[in-house]
């Protein structure tokens, strides 16, 4: 019966220019989203290996320098483009790639790539996720609105259940025509790219990029789903198909497109962001006290001028110094961070009303494009920075010159160069993303549930009526 | 009472506004449009007063700087204060460098309420010192990626996402309601045009949408911002109210067009969600897109790979500098001003001469970089007028002075700036001179200067007429075509 | 008064008319009597212009119905099938309405409540929502409209269909009353008695063809059916 029913149905949809209209233009538009995002990640990726190896050579061979001019040089790391960021680029445009580890300051991830695009970038970036996430419930809602009530207004529902179809053979029977529609517009595609992802991998990321697409494919899915059974519920509830259509457009624009906005305008009244200059001041005055603490019970000195520091001493002092900072810095990127951090989760709740938002946060965290991960490589980098810093005081500590007023004249050569290590980032696992986003998977499912629960719910009443 | 006789156009407006607070939907919307108005509005100016808080801050923080240098330098002058090499406001290194309290600002422009555009990404102020562009150039305001990946609700996009949407949500049915409801049949037996009954429909509809989403914004903000009330802000309010209109007059030109294909009222839907999707939705993030891959973004690795060469050569260029004699900690007498000059340690001349020798052999590259983000923009500038969404969005943002030209033009202005700073005091440091009281006062001032208003205001008319013009190709097609409509 | 033309229309492959002439002169009462589908609607519609005429014209008071569709309709008045309304509005704004658009200005309130009580609509009605009326009461408010208008000519499209006899037979009355004030009537029915009894011309069509036309005092009840099954049949 429920086979039956759905060959009825899904016969029915091919049939009708709406999925072929709509779902030709979703696939045309998912491939040139995956094109133009595969070209540009090959791109990106090899520049940016190249860039990095390129700086450390340059390290190495930067000849014979004071320590602490070769920390002025500094490093330049480049944060590497996760493979799925194809998929989903998630926060990509909106945070910095690239780091110039430099002596004294915090170093900040820079150069967004929103800051070099136009304002357009404010309109959305055109990728998979994006596609997946407000073209393909938009899709179902248009081929699957009259479904239910369709059949109704022309009596076949009444003929149907007069025959003896059960309700739950027509709701399941009708979810699968409407699911396999969407499924035939994007499981081929979304194989094809899954297979050239993980081919074009070395053969040690790729189980843990497969286990990132079923997760994936497992979110979307519920996500999907739920608009399945939201559609024929909606069908079903309907006194019409108009007003099912009218009902079913109406939640989409309210959660997909307003609930996201009004949620982030909201937990940013609830937990503010500071401004950089409250910021930077703040974090100023910290490692000035910080600054201050430390010389005071190390040298007894009130400043890092004091006359009564020899410059000899100069290594040992700015590692106290340095190491005076690392709180500081520490805790208010922290609380940043943090407050970023508490922002978002407190959006998780609008996926209770919006599941657009629990699946976007899912989805980038799988993609490897969320904050999180971002902040991860911030933190990889910071580390790495003060790896060099300390490698440059314990040298200069080491070489305690008697050079006296002469100290800038000492010159560290290529062994001290290469003993700081070539910066390696490894992109967090799997598991580093479901940590993080289990709650927004497990809230999808309920989301699932309950969207089933209508569904069937609203299928017993016509027999009702 | 004498009858008089009334053109039909006023009467079908008149029914058509019974009929619509009657049956409430004109209520509903308009009670969402003027909700959502208020929050974007909200919004908009929480953002704004944000903005120039954070203005007003840095000025406070620039006054003080000032204030305190001048105390220092006094003090120093009478020898009262022990030196520090990097922090004597006597030695002119030092006042461009750690000690400098410049910035350059940019105030937000009287509307900025209307439309938060780039604002919450790019920098409305500078600390200009003499360190590299690279440097300071890319620091950006502090924002959770997450917020700015989602937008914010303000007024812009009320107007550019929602509005046509409620437009759909009015102007859906226009004719194929009276059609299914079978008033269309009595209608049309009496002397009365199909393009007038439309003409008449819409609008009432219009003025009813247009009464809020215009009045309300233009009226709060002269009550609450005084900088909105010059002669100049009531133009561009003028302009934004007949750029909203057009916009408005669009949607429901291809409503009514819509209407006359005579299909049913759930297939007018559909087409017009399809539309929506199509000319708000895809057609800007394809654009986005295109405008990637025709005039591709600048490649930040390469500026990152340049900077990191150009640090190599002038370290080395200045070597001899950076490792000097360095007495000043052991011999602090070594910095007290003589005859009006001063010993400026050579690692700080070092570190200002590498800093601005960075910048000569990066500004090729930068200058390209700025060419081929003014290539991006210009492309931008012509592809809006494929997609009215677009071209109101760039519009509105370019009233509310929150435009990436806007933002350019500060940028190029920072930059011109930071040079000006810097060679005020390239001779200073060369020969040693040390700063004095009067110095202080005659450092170099930013000066912010806005955009030519009549350069802005004559490329939002044209983009009016653009869209009125688009507007009424649609109405005059539609009411063309409503003469041929089948009624069956 | 109302002239088709050699007047044919085509749906498609389908033929619905099929080279009609017919000519309704001022004060006639024309009664269009055929199957179902033999195209009496469709004809009724061409007079409206809510369908152009393949081939041929139509006139109503030697005004051509597609080139002068604003005059021609300002000449007559039209009662559909199924009279529907404003639900929103009582009868009487409903009235109001159509009257002001058909004739370009308010009529008073008493002018209104006269024509209403006219076509025989109860008093205590006229302020109620139209969604609460039956058929024969919006059918009636159809008929206020049209006596509003003052029309030189009525195109009726099955009026009497839905109302009850006594209903049905004020209608009758009132349809005579205007045809004797100079009021020129085309009708489409399948009530014979009705065609006979008002009409004072019977026209009977057939797959989009005029196959008959005659003056109802030239025929009794019996001749007219025994004419309209023989058509049917053959
Ligand atoms: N819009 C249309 N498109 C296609 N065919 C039509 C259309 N309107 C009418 N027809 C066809 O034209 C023919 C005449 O239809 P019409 O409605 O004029 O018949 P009628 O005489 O009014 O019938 P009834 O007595 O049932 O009202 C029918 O065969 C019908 O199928
Ligand atoms: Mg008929």
Request: net charge neutral; charged share 20%; glycine share 6%.
């Amino acid at each position: 019966m429920f086979a039956i029913i759905a060959a009825k149905d899904l016969r029915e949809l091919t049939r009708d220019g709406r999925l072929l209209w709509a779902g030709g233009l979703v696939v045309m538009l998912m491939l040139l989203a995956l094109g133009a995002g595969w070209n540009r990640q090959v791109q990106l990726n090899s520049e940016r290996s190249a860039g990095q190896a390129l700086d450390y050579d340059a390290w190495l061979h930067q000849g014979y320098r004071h320590p602490h001019d070769a920390a002025e040089q500094g490093m330049h790391v480049f944060k590497p483009e996760p493979s799925l960021a194809v998929f989903d680029p998630g926060i990509g445009p909106f945070v910095g790639s690239t780091v110039w580890l430099q002596a004294h300051r915090q170093s900040e991830v820079k150069f967004r790539p929103a800051q070099d695009a136009t304002g357009l970038q404010r309109f959305g970036e055109l990728s998979p996720a994006w596609l997946l996430q407000v073209l393909l419930p938009l899709l179902i809602i248009v081929i699957g609105f009259n479904s239910v009530s369709d059949e109704r207004e022309r009596g076949t529902l009444r003929q149907l259940l007069s025959l003896g179809a059960p309700a739950r053979s027509l709701l399941f029977g009708k979810a699968a025509a409407l699911a396999s529609c969407v499924g035939i517009l994007i499981a081929p595609v979304g194989l094809a790219f899954a297979v050239l992802i993980v081919v074009h991998l070395p053969a040690g990321e790729r189980v843990d990029v497969v286990y990132r697409i079923a997760w994936l494919a497992a979110g979307y899915g519920l996500y999907l789903g739920f608009f399945v059974f939201l559609t024929l519920a909606v069908s079903a509830l309907a006194r019409s198909s108009r007003a099912a259509l009218v009902l079913l457009l109406g939640f989409w624009v309210a959660a997909t497109l307003i609930a996201p906005r009004t949620a982030s305008e909201a937990t940013n009244l609830l937990y503010p962001t500071p401004s950089r200059l409250d910021f930077d001041d703040q974090l100023a005055r910290d490692v000035a006290d910080a600054g201050r603490k430390a010389w005071s019970t190390h040298f007894g000195a009130r400043t890092q001028w004091d006359p009564s520091v020899p410059l000899s001493k100069w290594g040992a002092a700015l590692k106290v110094d340095d190491e005076a900072g690392y709180g500081a810095l520490d805790e208010n990127f922290g609380r940043l961070w943090d407050t970023f951090e508490r922002q978002q989760r407190a959006q998780g709740w609008v996926g209770l009303v919006a599941p657009v938002v629990a699946l976007r946060g899912f989805s980038m965290g799988l993609a490897g494009t969320d904050f999180s991960q971002h902040r991860d490589f911030s933190t990889a980098a910071e580390a790495q920075r003060r790896k060099i810093q300390n490698i440059v005081s314990e040298d200069l500590i080491e070489h305690a010159d008697r050079l006296g007023n002469a100290h800038f004249t000492y010159k560290a050569g290529p062994e001290l160069w290469a003993s700081v290590p070539q910066f390696k980032y490894q992109l967090p696992s799997v598991s580093f993303a479901l940590a993080h986003h289990w709650a927004s998977l497990a809230l999808l499912a309920v989301m699932f549930c309950l969207s089933v629960a209508l569904a069937q719910y609203a299928l017993s009443r016509p027999l009702m009526r | 009472m004498q009858p008089r006789p009334l053109p039909t156009l006023s009467l079908i407006v008149l029914h058509e506004a019974r009929i619509l607070v009657r049956d409430r939907t004109l209520l509903l919307v308009c009670c969402v449009l003027a909700l959502m108005v208020g929050y974007g509005l909200f919004v908009g100016l929480a953002q704004a007063t944000l903005r120039d808080r954070m203005v007003a801050q840095v000025l406070k923080h620039e006054q003080e700087t000032q204030t305190a240098n001048s105390g220092m330098l006094q003090s120093v002058l009478a020898g009262q204060t022990a030196l520090i090499p990097f922090s004597n406001p006597a030695n002119p290194a030092a006042m461009a460098g750690t000690l400098s309290g410049r910035y350059a600002t940019m105030l937000n422009a009287p509307l900025a309420a209307l439309a938060i555009g780039q604002s919450d990404m790019m920098p409305n102020y500078y600390r200009i010192t003499y360190l590299s562009k690279v440097q300071f150039m890319y620091d950006t305001e502090i924002e959770n990626p997450w917020n700015l990946l989602s937008g914010h609700f303000d007024l812009a996009f009320v107007i550019v996402f929602v509005l046509p949407l409620l437009v759909t949500t009015l102007g859906y049915n226009l004719l194929s309601a009276e059609r299914e409801h079978g008033t269309l049949r009595l209608l049309c037996s009496q002397p009365l045009s199909i393009a007038t009954l439309m003409t008449g429909k819409v609008v009432v509809r219009m003025l009813a949408l247009l009464a809020i989403v215009i009045p309300v914004p233009l009226v709060v903000l002269l009550l609450i911002r005084p900088e909105a009330r010059g002669a100049e802000q009531l133009v561009l309010m003028l302009l934004w109210s007949a750029l909203v209109a057009a916009y408005t007059l669009f949607w429901f030109a291809v409503a009514a067009l819509v209407n006359t294909v005579g299909l049913s009222s759930s297939t007018n839907a559909l087409i017009m969600v399809a539309l929506w999707t199509i000319l708000v939705l895809i057609l800007p993030v394809t654009m986005n897109l295109a405008v990637g891959l025709v005039s591709p973004a600048p490649s930040r690795t390469e500026l990152a790979n340049r900077t990191r060469v150009a640090t190599a050569e002038s370290l080395r260029e200045y070597e001899d500098l950076y490792s000097a004699d360095y007495r000043y900690a052991s011999d602090p007498e070594a910095l007290l001003v003589k005859n009006e000059r001063i010993e400026v340690p050579s690692r700080m001349r070092a570190f200002f001469l590498a800093k601005q020798k960075v910048d000569e052999r990066i500004e090729p590259l930068l200058k390209r970089f700025d060419q081929q983000l003014l290539q991006q923009q210009k492309l931008v500038d012509r592809l809006s007028l494929l997609s009215p969404a677009i071209l109101i969005n760039e519009a509105l943002t370019s009233i509310a002075g929150t435009d990436s030209h806007r933002f350019l033009a500060f940028k190029d202005q920072t930059e011109a700036f930071h040079q000006e700073w810097r060679q005020y005091f390239s001779p200073r440091i060369l020969e040693s001179r040390a700063m004095t009281i009067r110095d202080l006062s005659s450092l170099p001032r930013w000066h912010w200067i806005e955009m030519p208003a009549s350069e802005i205001s004559w490329s939002i008319w044209w983009r009016v007429i653009l869209m009125l013009a688009l507007a009424s190709v649609l109405g005059s097609l539609a009411l063309a075509r409503s003469s041929r409509l089948s009624i069956e | 008064m109302l002239d088709a033309i050699e007047v044919t229309k085509q749906f498609g492959a389908k033929r619905a008319l099929d080279n009609v002439s017919l000519s309704v002169l001022p004060g006639e009462i024309y009664c269009l009597l055929g199957a179902n589908g033999a195209g009496k609607t469709t004809l009724v519609n061409l007079f409206l212009n809510f369908l152009q005429p393949t081939s041929g014209s139509l006139q109503i008071g030697k005004l051509d119905v597609v080139r002068q569709p604003l005059e021609t309709k300002r000449l007559l008045a039209y009662i559909p099938e199924q009279v529907t309304l404003y639900g929103v509005l009582s009868g009487l704004e409903n009235l109001a309405f159509f009257s002001s658009i058909a004739i370009g200005e308010h009529l008073p309130r008493q002018r209104l409540l006269e024509l209403l009580e006219a076509a025989g609509l109860p008093r205590q009605a006229a302020d109620d929502r139209v969604a609460t009326y039956s058929k024969g009461m919006r059918q009636k408010v159809g008929i206020a409209i049209a006596l509003a208008k003052n029309a030189k000519a009525l195109l009726l499209d099955e009026p009497t269909s839905g109302l009850d006899p006594s209903a049905a037979n004020e209608f009758s009355e009132l349809l005579v009353k205007a045809s004797n004030d100079g009021v020129t009537v085309l009708t489409t029915t399948h009530d014979l008695f009705h065609a006979k009894q008002t009409g004072t011309r019977i026209g009977i069509m057939k797959q989009g063809r005029l196959v008959e036309e005659l003056r109802s005092e030239e025929v009794s009840h019996a001749d007219l059916e025994a004419l309209y099954l023989q058509h049917m049949k053959s």
